[in-house]
C-alpha cells in the first residue's frame, strides 16, 4: 500500500466514521435506506481501461466511479484491467464474462467499439462505451458520455473574471470533437463573464498533439505563460503537467475531469481556482439500475448532465458533472484565495446558471449562438464552416447526435496557435 | 524570445550532462550505448526518493548513485568480463526501461515540491553543466589522469605497459560518466520537467550518444552540438513562435531526430572521416586483456 | 672510462634474477622452470628462436605477466610484481617488440605516460624542458610536439627508450629491438646501446632471434628453448655456430629448400604507376610498376610500413588505388572488386592470419569456404555442397599437415602455425595463377616456415606467378627471382637475385637509392 | 581473486557445444521468471497462485490462447527482424519505426483504392490483401534499408539511426491518423480509418494468415543460415567483418541486404497487428504501446542467439507472459507495468546468462611457496 493510498484510505475510514455519528444524531434510517434497500441481485461491472489508472485523470476518475457505485451497491463487484489495447479488449471481455461479468465497459471508444462485434453473442450482457465521437449503437451496446461542457461553462465564468492581463490559455490534446466541443463550453463561459465585466479576453489554445505526454504539456503551458502571458490555465489534456507549471509561475490554474486537489493533493487551492468533477458513477447507476431491473432494451445513448444526479452510499447527492474543489462544490468550489478577487456579479451569475442547469431550465448551448471561428477540424462529410458563419442561432437546443459527432469548428474569438 | 533561450538552455543542460559522462566512457575505451537507460533510471529513481523524502539532495544522490552502479555493471561485464559492451549497453537500456516503467508508474504525475530556485533566471545545472565541460577538459587535456584516461582508450596495451592500471582507469570512467547520466535523468525529472511519465526521455539518451560521436571527443564541440540541439528540440514543440504556420506540429516533432540523422550522416562521410576517424578513440568498444 | 665489459669488478649478486619461472597458457607450457641472471651493467642477450618463451619471461620480468611458479629477486631481495607499475617502481622499464606507444598522442605525451611525477595537474612547460634536457645529455633528437603516428619506426623506438630513461629505467628490457629497423638504424642503435651502458651505468636484457645482434653487443647471453633454458654463457666464449646449435636444437637440413627450376612464362601481371592512400589518409604507396610472369616470384622486401600492405590491398581489391592501373592477364582489373578477382584466379594469403585470413569461431570446414564459397563446384543455387567442402578441407588438412582434432574444430583451437597452413593450403588449392603472399612464415617456428616455403616454390612451379612481400631477407633471397627492395612507397630497383645480396639490398631497405648502394 | 589458499578466476570456456547454446537460454528465462516473483508480492495471493493466473490465461484460457497467439505472431516477425541483422553483425532497434512504417504502407492500399468510399472493392479482395501484405513488407524494408545503406555506405552508427527513426516514424504516424491527416478516421479521434470488412486478413482457425507465414518464414530463415551460400556470407560477415571482405563477400551488399530483409519482416508484423488481428483493423491511438512490445523481438533473437526457429517458443512465451501477466494484474490489483518489468528482468538474466556462457569460475588452488637459495654467476660448463 502506498503512502498515497494510505492516506486515501484514512480518508474514507475518516468519511466512514463522521457518517456513523452522522446517522446516530439523525436517528433516522431514511439517508440511509437508498444503499439497503438495493436490490439483492449479484451483478458485476467490468472496467476496461484504457490507459492506466494511477496518475491520470480519465482512467482514474472512472476507477474512483467504479469503487463508488460499488460501495453503495455491496451486490456488485467491480473488476477491472488496465492499459487495454483493442486487440486485448475482446478476449479480455469474453474472459471477464465467462468469469460472470453483467456489464463490460470500455472507457475509450477505441477500446469499447470492438465489444460492438461480441454484443450480439452475449446478448445477457450490456456493453458499453464512452463517445468520443461515433455513435454507434446496439439493443445492448450502450454509449454514453457526459455533459461536461455544462461545468466547463461555469468554469469559463469564473476564469474570465479571474485574469488580470485578459488572456487565458488551454493545454489542449488535438482538434476532435469532443475537444472542441467542451472548448467552446469554455470559452462562452468565458465570453458572458467577459460581457459582465467589459474587458476583452483573449482565449489561446495550443495544441500538444496527443492525450497523454506530460513533457510536451509541460512545454506547451511555459509557452502559453511566456509568450502570450496567460495568468489563467486550463487542459484538455490528461497529465498534471499544465497544473505544475501554473504553480510554479503562481498563476491560476482551472482543473478538468476530476478533483486534483480533493482527490490527487496534486496541488493546493492556492493554485487551482476551480476545478470540475464527472461522476461517472451517474452514468454507470442508470445502466446498473436498467441491468438489474431487468431491461432488455435499455437506453443506449446516455447523456447525462447537472441535471442527473445520484446518491452517494454516504447520502451525498451528486449530479453527473459539476463544479468542484478540494471536496467543495457550487460556490465553495471556488478556492478562497480567488473568491475575493472575482466580482459579485460574476459570483451570481455562476450560483444562477448553476441552479438553473440542475433544474434543467437553461443550457449555454441553448442560450448562445455557434459562430464558426473557421477553424476546427474537417470531418468527412462535415467541413469546416467558414469564418462567420452562424452553424446555430441562439435559443435554439442542438440535437445530442449533433453535439457529440459533427461539433467540429472552434467558436469565433478564440485563438488558436499553430 | 528570452525564455525560448532559457529553455533551450536548460534542455540542453540534460543532452550535455549525459553526453559528457558518455564522452568520459568513450575516453576510456568503454561504449555505453545504454545511456538512455542509465538517465531513465536516474532520472526515475531520484524522482521517487525526492518525493518520498521530501529532499531533493536525496533524490540527486538516489540518481548519481544508481547511475554510477548501473555505470559500474557495465564496467564489470565490458572490463572484467570483456564482453560485447554493445550486448551489455543495449541491455541496461532495456533493463531500465522495463523495470523504471514498473517502479515509477505508482509515482506516475507531477513532482509537487516547490521548484529548485533558479540562478539569475536560469536553472542552477546549466552553471553546473557548463562548469563540467570546463573540468572534463581540464581533467583530459591537463591532467595525468587525463592523458592516462585517454591513452587507456587510445591504446590500452600501451598504458598498461607505462605503468598504468587499464581496468582501474576505465572503471572509474564508467562509474564516474554513469553518475553523471544519473545526474542528467535526475535533472530532468527534479529540474527540467519535474513529472513523471513512464519512458520520459522519449529519445534524448540516444541523442546525446550522438552528440559525443558529432562532438569528435571534444567537450567543446559537445558544448556547442548540445547547445543546438537544445534550441532544436524547444523550436520543435513551438513553432510558430520563429516559423508560424508552416509544417504540421507532428513533422516539427520528428526534426531533432532526423537532423541527428543528417548530421551522423555528414560526420561520416569520407570528406570529414578523415578528420573523424583520428579523433575516435582507437580502442573503443574493443575488450581488452592484458597479452 | 671502463673499455672492455670484463674488466667490471665480479658483483656478488645478480641485479636481477629469476628462479624456476613456470608459465603456462591454456594448452602450452610456455615457460618452465626458467633461471635467469642479469648483472648490473652488461648487455645480457636472450637468445632463442620464435615461440621459445622470451617474450613471455620478459613480460613476467617486467611484471605484465604472474609466473604460475618461481620468484623473482631485485637485487638479491625477493619482489612480486603485480602490475608493470611494481617494475616501473623498481627501475626496470621495456621496449616491446610492438610498439607501445599511443599512435594519436604526441612524443611528450607518451614519454610522460605513466610516468610518477604526472599525479594531478600537468605542467608541461617544465616537464617539456626536463626531456629536452634529458634527449640532449643522451644525444637523441626528437620532435617531442610530433604525433607519433607521424614518425618512423625508428623513430618510435628512440621514443619509447627515452620514455624508459625518463621514468628513470636502471634495466631496461629491449624485446627484439631491431625487427623492424633498417640496417643504418639498427648500426644506430647498437651504438647507442654500448653508450647507454658504458656511460650511463644502464643495465640492458637484450631479447632477439638474430646472431650478429648478440655477438656485436652482448656481454653475456641465456638461449632459451622450447620454454626452458638451454645455454648460459659469456658471449666471449660463444661462436656463432655454438649458438645456432644451441638455438635450434636440431638439425634443419631436412627442410632444406630444393631450389625448383621452372620455365619461365608468359606476362601475367602488369602494375603501372600504382598509388594508394593508407587509412590515415596519406600517399604511402606512390607510383608502383612492375610485371610478372608466370612461374616467377618477385619477391618485395622491406620494413613493415613502407607501402606493402597498400600495394597488397590495391592488388587484392581492397583498397582504392589512388592513381595508376593494374593489368592481370591483359585485362585491366584496377577497379574488380576481390569476388572478380578470387574468380580470375587471384590469391592472396595476408599477413593477419587471425584478423582477416580466418574467423575464430568458425568451424574449419567453414574457414576453408572462404576461399570457395563463390565457387560453383561448391555452391549451386546457392545451397552449399557440404560434401565437397568437407572434402577438400581434408585434403587441405592432410596435404598441408594441419593438426587438427576434427574438421569441424573451431578454428581459434589451432597453433597460428596451423591456422598459416589452413590459409596457405586453402589459397593454393584455388590453384591461383597470381599468388600474392604477405609475410606468409612471420611468427612460425623453423618447420613450419620451411615447410611454407617449399609449398610457395611449389606453386612457382606449377606455373603461378608469386609475389611474396617479406620483412626477412633471407627469406626474400632464398625465394625470389627478382628483388624488389620498397622504402616509403617505392620501389628502390628490382634486381634478379644474382643480382642482389644482402647488403645492397638491406641498403636499399634502409632508404639508399641505387648508386649509393653500389648497384650501376 | 584470492580467497583463502584458494584462488577464484574467470576462465574463457575453452569449446561451446551446441548444446550449451540451447541450454544457456533455458536458465535466463527461468532465472527472469523467479525473479519476477517479486512482482507478484503484493499480489492478495501468494505468488505461485499469480503464476498460476498468468499461465492459465495465457495458454490454458481460449479467448486468452487467441490472444497470446496473436501477440505471439507479432514477436515472432519482429524478433526475425531483430535477428537477421544480428547474424551479420548488425543492430536493428529500429522495429518499432519499421512496424510503424508496415502499418501506413498497408493502410495507404485501402486509402489509394477510396476502399473506404466505394460501396465495391474495384479488384478482389484478395488481391488488395496480398498488395497490404507486400506493401507493409517492402515499406519495412525501406525504412530499414536506409539505415543499412548509411551503415553500409558511411559506416554510420546503426542504433543510433534506428532510433532516431523509432521517434520520426511515432510523429509521421500521428501525422497521418489526427487532425486531418490522410488517414483519419471518419469521426477524427486520432485513429485511422477502419479497414472494410472485406479487407479483414483470412482467418485459418480463427489464427491471422500471418501466422502461416511467420512460421514459414522461421524455417526458411534457418534454412538459409544453415544451408546457403548466402547464410554463409551473412555469419562471415557479422563474425569478422575483415575476413568477409577478403573472401570476396561484399559489405555493402550483405549490410543492405539484411536490413532489408530485416525491415521486411518488422513492416509485415505491423501489418499483422494492425490489419490482420480481430478487433483492431485499424491504427489505434495506443500505436505506441505496440512499439514498446517490438523491442521484446531484441530480447527473443538475443535469446534464441539467432536461430529462427528456436525464437519461435521463446517468442510464444514472452506473448503469453506479458499478456497474462497484464490479465493477471488487474486480477490481483498489482502495479501497472508487470510486462514491462518482465522485458528488464529477461534482459538482465540474459546478459547474466550470456556471459556465463562464455566464461566459467574456477576455484584453484595456489601453489604453495617455496624460497630456493639464489646461485650467483654463470654455472660453469
Not at chain 1, 304 to 323: C, K, Q
Not at chain 3, 469 to 484: G, Q, R, T
Not at chain 4, 155 to 181: C, P
Not at chain 4, 209 to 226: K, N, P
Amino acid at each position: 500500500m502506498s503512502e498515497r493510498d494510505r492516506s486515501q484510505f484514512v480518508r474514507i475510514l475518516h468519511r466512514a466514521f463522521a457518517l456513523l455519528v452522522a446517522l446516530v444524531l439523525v436517528a433516522g434510517a431514511t439517508l440511509w435506506a437508498p444503499a439497503t434497500a438495493a436490490p439483492q441481485k449479484p451483478l458485476t461491472l467490468a472496467i476496461l481501461h484504457f490507459s492506466i489508472i494511477k496518475g491520470t485523470t480519465w482512467s482514474g476518475a472512472h476507477h474512483r466511479a467504479a469503487q463508488r457505485i460499488a460501495q453503495k451497491y455491496p451486490n456488485v463487484r467491480y473488476v477491472y484491467r488496465e492499459e487495454v489495447g483493442p486487440d486485448a479488449t475482446v478476449p479480455y471481455a469474453k474472459e471477464l464474462i465467462a468469469q460472470g461479468a453483467n456489464i463490460v465497459v470500455g472507457n475509450a471508444e477505441f477500446i469499447g467499439l470492438p465489444l460492438a462485434t461480441i454484443a450480439d453473442q452475449y446478448p445477457n450482457v450490456y456493453f458499453a462505451s464512452v463517445i468520443a465521437s461515433d455513435l454507434t449503437r446496439k439493443r445492448n451496446f450502450i454509449r454514453f458520455f457526459p455533459r461536461q461542457y455544462q461545468a466547463l461553462y461555469l468554469e469559463g465564468l469564473i476564469a474570465g473574471a479571474l485574469t488580470r492581463t485578459g488572456n487565458i490559455g488551454i493545454v489542449s490534446a488535438f482538434p476532435n470533437v469532443q475537444v472542441m466541443r467542451r472548448q467552446a463550453g469554455f470559452f462562452l463561459g468565458v465570453q458572458d463573464a467577459a460581457k459582465v465585466l467589459g474587458k476583452k479576453v483573449n482565449v489561446y489554445v495550443k495544441y500538444v498533439g496527443d492525450w497523454y505526454k506530460p513533457t510536451e504539456e509541460r512545454e506547451v503551458a511555459q509557452t502559453l505563460v511566456s509568450q502570450y502571458k496567460v495568468d489563467v490555465i486550463t487542459q484538455q489534456t490528461d497529465s498534471g503537467s499544465p497544473l505544475d507549471v501554473a504553480q510554479e509561475r503562481k498563476i491560476w490554474f482551472v482543473g478538468k475531469d476530476m478533483d486534483v486537489v480533493g482527490f490527487y493533493g496534486w496541488s493546493s487551492t492556492d493554485t487551482v481556482a476551480v476545478s470540475f468533477d464527472t461522476r461517472w458513477e451517474v452514468l454507470y447507476e442508470h445502466m446498473i439500475k436498467e441491468y438489474l431491473a431487468g431491461n432488455r432494451n435499455p437506453k443506449t445513448l446516455l447523456y447525462l448532465g447537472l441535471r442527473d444526479t445520484m446518491t452517494l452510499a454516504d447520502g451525498a447527492v451528486v449530479p453527473t458533472v459539476d463544479i468542484m474543489n478540494n471536496n467543495k462544490v457550487g460556490l465553495d468550489a471556488i478556492s478562497p484565495k480567488a473568491r475575493p478577487l472575482i466580482p459579485e456579479a460574476i459570483l451570481k451569475l455562476v450560483a444562477q446558471r448553476r441552479e438553473q442547469m440542475m433544474k434543467g431550465q437553461w443550457d449555454p448551448f441553448f442560450e448562445h449562438a455557434f459562430v464558426s471561428n473557421g477553424t476546427g477540424l474537417a470531418l468527412k462529410d462535415t467541413p469546416i464552416p467558414p469564418k462567420g458563419t452562424v452553424v446555430k442561432k441562439a435559443r435554439q437546443m442542438p440535437s445530442d447526435e449533433w453535439l457529440l459527432g459533427k461539433f467540429n469548428f472552434d467558436l469565433e474569438g478564440m485563438t488558436i496557435l499553430k | 524570445m528570452w525564455e525560448l533561450l532559457v529553455r533551450s538552455l536548460e534542455a540542453s543542460t540534460i543532452f550535455l550532462l549525459a553526453a559528457l559522462g558518455e564522452l568520459l566512457n568513450q575516453r576510456s575505451g568503454i561504449l555505453n550505448v545504454g545511456l538512455e537507460g542509465l538517465m531513465l533510471f536516474g532520472g526515475t529513481l531520484a524522482f521517487i526518493a525526492a518525493q518520498t523524502t521530501g529532499s531533493y539532495g536525496l533524490g540527486f544522490l538516489a540518481g548519481l548513485a544508481i547511475g554510477g552502479l548501473l555505470g559500474l555493471a557495465h564496467g564489470f561485464f565490458s572490463i572484467t568480463m570483456r564482453g560485447d559492451q554493445v550486448v551489455s549497453g543495449m541491455g541496461l537500456w532495456i533493463l531500465s526501461f522495463g523495470l523504471t516503467t514498473y517502479i515509477g508508474n505508482p509515482y506516475t504525475g507531477p513532482l509537487g515540491m516547490p521548484r529548485i530556485p533558479s540562478i539569475f533566471g536560469l536553472s542552477p545545472f546549466v552553471y553546473l553543466a557548463f562548469a563540467l565541460v570546463v573540468a572534463v577538459w581540464l581533467l583530459l587535456y591537463h591532467t595525468g589522469l587525463g592523458l592516462a584516461i585517454r591513452s587507456v582508450g587510445e591504446n590500452p596495451a600501451a598504458a598498461e605497459a607505462s605503468g598504468i592500471n587499464v581496468a582501474i582507469t576505465r572503471y572509474l570512467c564508467v562509474v564516474l560518466g554513469g553518475m553523471l547520466a544519473g545526474l542528467s535523468g535526475a535533472t530532468y525529472t527534479l529540474s527540467y520537467n519535474p513529472v513523471w511519465n513512464y519512458n520520459f526521455l522519449m529519445g534524448w539518451g540516444f541523442v546525446s550518444l550522438a552528440l559525443v560521436f558529432f562532438s569528435m571527443w571534444n567537450p567543446w564541440i559537445l558544448l556547442v552540438g548540445a547547445l543546438l540541439f537544445g534550441m532544436t528540440w524547444q523550436l520543435s514543440l513551438s513553432p510558430e513562435l520563429l516559423l508560424p504556420g508552416i509544417l504540421s506540429r507532428y513533422v516539427w516533432r520528428a526534426v531533432p531526430f532526423a537532423t541527428t540523422i543528417v548530421i551522423l550522416a555528414l560526420i561520416s562521410t569520407p570528406w570529414f572521416r578523415t578528420r573523424w576517424g583520428l579523433a575516435k578513440p582507437e580502442a573503443l568498444g574493443q575488450p581488452y586483456a592484458k597479452e | 672510462m671502463v673499455r672492455f665489459p670484463f674488466t667490471h669488478p665480479e658483483p656478488e649478486e645478480p641485479l636481477l634474477a629469476a628462479r624456476g619461472i613456470t608459465k603456462r597458457f591454456p594448452g602450452v607450457l610456455a615457460l618452465h622452470r626458467v633461471d635467469l641472471d642479469v648483472k648490473a651493467g652488461e648487455i645480457h642477450a636472450v637468445l632463442g628462436q620464435n615461440g621459445a618463451g622470451k617474450t613471455t619471461l620478459m613480460n613476467i620480468l617486467f611484471g605484465l605477466l604472474q609466473p604460475d611458479e618461481g620468484q623473482l629477486y631485485f637485487r638479491g631481495q625477493r619482489v612480486h610484481f603485480r602490475s608493470p607499475h611494481d617494475a616501473l617502481a623498481m627501475g626496470i622499464s621495456m621496449v616491446h617488440q610492438t610498439r607501445k606507444l599511443v599512435s594519436a598522442h604526441s612524443v611528450l605525451e607518451n614519454i610522460l605516460l605513466g610516468h610518477p611525477g604526472t599525479r594531478g595537474f600537468l605542467n608541461l612547460r617544465t616537464i617539456r624542458r626536463e626531456v629536452e634536457e634529458l634527449c640532449h645529455r643522451y644525444g637523441f633528437t626528437v620532435d617531442l610536439g610530433a604525433k607519433v603516428w607521424q614518425l618512423s619506426e625508428g623513430e618510435k623506438q628512440w621514443v619509447e627508450i627515452l620514455k624508459a630513461l625518463y621514468g628513470g629505467a636502471k634495466i631496461l628490457i629491449l624485446d627484439e629491438p631491431t625487427s623492424v629497423l633498417t640496417p643504418p638504424e639498427v648500426k644506430t642503435l647498437m651504438a647507442s646501446l654500448q653508450a647507454l651502458v658504458q656511460d650511463h651505468g644502464v643495465t640492458v636484457i637484450l631479447v632477439t632471434h638474430k646472431l650478429p645482434i648478440v655477438t656485436a653487443i652482448s656481454h653475456t647471453v641465456t638461449v632459451l628453448r622450447s620454454g626452458t633454458v638451454v645455454a648460459r654463457l659469456r658471449t666471449c666464449e660463444a661462436t656463432e655456430q655454438l649458438l645456432v646449435q644451441h638455438m635450434i636444437g636440431q638439425d634443419i637440413s631436412s627442410y632444406s629448400i630444393s631450389d625448383l627450376l621452372v620455365e619461365k612464362g608468359r606476362p601475367l601481371l602488369r602494375v603501372e604507376h600504382l598509388s594508394a592512400y593508407n587509412d590515415k589518409g596519406v600517399l604511402s604507396l606512390r607510383g608502383v610498376t612492375f610485371s610478372l610472369h608466370e612461374g616467377e616470384i618477385l619477391g618485395i622486401a622491406g620494413v613493415t610500413g613502407n607501402g606493402q600492405e597498400e600495394l597488397v590491398q590495391v592488388l587484392a581489391g581492397l583498397r582504392p588505388p589512388a592513381s595508376g592501373r593494374v593489368l592481370f592477364d591483359g585485362r585491366d582489373v584496377t577497379w574488380l572488386s576481390p569476388l572478380d578477382r578470387w574468380r580470375m584466379g587471384i590469391g592472396y594469403i595476408p599477413a593477419e592470419r587471425y584478423e582477416i585470413a580466418s574467423v575464430a569461431t568458425l568451424t574449419l570446414v567453414e574457414n576453408a569456404a572462404l576461399n570457395f564459397h563463390f565457387d560453383p563446384l561448391f555452391s549451386r543455387r546457392g545451397l552449399f555442397n557440404h560434401p565437397g567442402l568437407e572434402k577438400v578441407t581434408r585434403h587441405i588438412l592432410s596435404h598441408y599437415r594441419v593438426k587438427a582434432p576434427h574438421l569441424y574444430a573451431q578454428a581459434r583451437h589451432l597453433s597460428g602455425g596451423n591456422l598459416q597452413k589452413l590459409i596457405v593450403g586453402r589459397v593454393l588449392a584455388r590453384k591461383p595463377k597470381l599468388l600474392i603472399a604477405h609475410l606468409p612464415t612471420q611468427g612460425l617456428d623453423v618447420e613450419a616456415t620451411a615447410f611454407l616455403r617449399g609449398k610457395l616454390l611449389e606453386a612457382k612451379a606449377g606455373g603461378a606467378a608469386v609475389l611474396l612481400i617479406s620483412e626477412d631477407l633471407d627469406e626474400i633471397l632464398s625465394l625470389s627471382d627478382w628483388v624488389a627492395p620498397i622504402y616509403e612507397g617505392r620501389f628502390v630497383a628490382i634486381l634478379p637475385r644474382e643480382g642482389a645480396d644482402a647488403e645492397t639490398v638491406g641498403a636499399m631497405m634502409a632508404g639508399l637509392r641505387r648508386e649509393e648502394a653500389g648497384v650501376s | 581473486m584470492r580467497i583463502g589458499r584458494y584462488e577464484l578466476t574467470l576462465e574463457a570456456r575453452p569449446t561451446r557445444p551446441a548444446l550449451h547454446t540451447a541450454l544457456t537460454a533455458f536458465p535466463a528465462i527461468l532465472l527472469a521468471l523467479a525473479l519476477s516473483s517479486f512482482l507478484f508480492l503484493p499480489a492478495e495471493t501468494g505468488f505461485l497462485s499469480a503464476y498460476r493466473a498468468v499461465f492459465s490465461y495465457a495458454f490454458a484460457n481460449p479467448y486468452g490462447l487467441q490472444a497470446t497467439i496473436h501477440r505471439a505472431i507479432f514477436l515472432w516477425l519482429c524478433t526475425f527482424a531483430f535477428l537477421v541483422p544480428m547474424r551479420a553483425g548488425l543492430w536493428n532497434i529500429g522495429l518499432p519505426g519499421q512496424v510503424y512504417v508496415g502499418a501506413l504502407a498497408a493502410f495507404a492500399v485501402p486509402y489509394a483504392l477510396r476502399m473506404s468510399e466505394l460501396s465495391h472493392p474495384p479488384f478482389h479482395p484478395g488481391l488488395i490483401i496480398l498488395l497490404m501484405v507486400v506493401g507493409a513488407s517492402l515499406a519495412g524494408a525501406a525504412l530499414a534499408g536506409f539505415a543499412g545503406i548509411l551503415r553500409a555506405k558511411l559506416h554510420v552508427n546503426e542504433i543510433l539511426v534506428t532510433m532516431m527513426l523509432n521517434s520520426i516514424l511515432f510523429w509521421l504516424v500521428a501525422y497521418m491518423i489526427k487532425e486531418g491527416g490522410p488517414f483519419m478516421s471518419a469521426t477524427g479521434e486520432g485513429e485511422s480509418f477502419n479497414l472494410p470488412p472485406s479487407l479483414y486478413a483470412p482467418l485459418i482457425r480463427g489464427v491471422p494468415f500471418t501466422a502461416l507465414l511467420a512460421l514459414v518464414a522461421a524455417g526458411l530463415l534457418d534454412f538459409l543460415f544453415v544451408k546457403t551460400t548466402l547464410g554463409y556470407r551473412i555469419r562471415v560477415f557479422g563474425l569478422n567483418p575483415a575476413a568477409a571482405r577478403y573472401a570476396g563477400i561484399n559489405p555493402v551488399a550483405i549490410s543492405l541486404l539484411v536490413f532489408l530483409l530485416g525491415g521486411a519482416f518488422a513492416g509485415l508484423a505491423g501489418y499483422h497487428y494492425f490489419a490482420a488481428v480481430p478487433g483492431v483493423y485499424k491504427i489505434p491511438g495506443n500505436y505506441g504501446f505496440y512499439g514498446d512490445l517490438a523491442f521484446y523481438g531484441i530480447i527473443c533473437g538475443l535469446i534464441a542467439r539467432g536461430t529462427a526457429l528456436g525464437a519461435v517458443p521463446i517468442a510464444l512465451l514472452f506473448a503469453g507472459l506479458s499478456l497474462g501477466a497484464r490479465f493477471a494484474q488487474g486480477q490481483f490489483h498489482l502495479p501497472f507495468g508487470v510486462d514491462y518489468a518482465l522485458l528488464g528482468l529477461l534482459m538482465m538474466t540474459f546478459v547474466a546468462s550470456h556471459f556465463l556462457y562464455q566464461f566459467r569460475i574456477v576455484w584453484r588452488p595456489v601453489a604453495t611457496e617455496e624460497v630456493p637459495r639464489v646461485s650467483a654467476g654463470i654455472p660453469e660448463r
